[in-house]
């Protein structure tokens, strides 16, 4: 096994085989389509859909973006939505979060149809998540089973310990690694937890999903472990032009002497997060 998991390279590969299924697509007359919808200035939530209209073009799919003001109102919201819903030429529709505050998220969410909502989010699909049935996997959770795949490591029977239970990271990660083909025993640590190290250093994976940089040092996992960081943290730091560093839940230098292998930040989940929502419109296209 790699001691650096290098997700760019992971996500790669899934957008090289994404790339061969907009190809299959194309010649049966279906052209993938997502509809990306922002509203709102947040230079954070912009800098992401600039990322994923660029990689839907790298992997030959049609986007449609759709910026809107910050003060849209709920109504010309869902209105958009149910337009969208209702063109069979838009295979996907992805909503950026975080909204503004006066606007309702979940409604927002479950106003998308099930089987456009490719990040995974309607609670239709986290329902059949949990069912085992075929849904949308939220990408971030997908990205890291894809990564853990690609390890080789064996996860039947081994203890994963997952920090953070936010609906579109570690509740649903929790959830699909307690199941087959993975089957491994779950904890699922919270804000709560007392005494997190005593998780983390009896489990075999630890994935840190709480958006804290550093929580996770050296000494608190166990030697070999696989290490899986999710976060990204924006941290001051005056030598760069932005004036911050992009820092993980791990701190990464303590970590990698004690892990068998561990992802980077960036370079890690970030790239995988992407290529995961591409792989989901390519299967949204192909149902419909
Ligand atoms: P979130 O909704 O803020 O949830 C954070 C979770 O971490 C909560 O469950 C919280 O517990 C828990 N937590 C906070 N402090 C903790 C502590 N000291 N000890 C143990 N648990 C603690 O965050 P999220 O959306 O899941 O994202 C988590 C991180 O991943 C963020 O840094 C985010 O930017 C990053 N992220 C990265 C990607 C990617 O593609 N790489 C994708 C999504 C998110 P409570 O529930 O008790 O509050």
Redesign the pocket.
Known sequence: MEKIIDGKAIAEKVRSEVKEQVKSLNALGINPCLAVILVGNDPASAVYVASKTKALQEVGMTDRTFKLAEDTTQQALEDLLDDLNGDDSVHGILVQFPLPAHLDSQRITDKILPQKDVDGFHIQNAGALVCEKDSFIPC?PL?ILRLLQETGMETAGKHACI????H???RPLSILLSQKPWDCTVTL?????KN?SFFTKTADIVIA????AG?VTGDMIKTDAVVID????RVPDASKKSGYALKG?VDFESAAKVASAITPVPGG??P??IAMLMFNVAKAAGRG
């Open positions: 971030t990205g920090i953070g239970r936010s579109f990271v570690g640590c919270h804000s709560a937890t997190l999903a709480c958006g804290r929580l999710v976060g990204i943290n839940d989940v970030g995988m997060t």
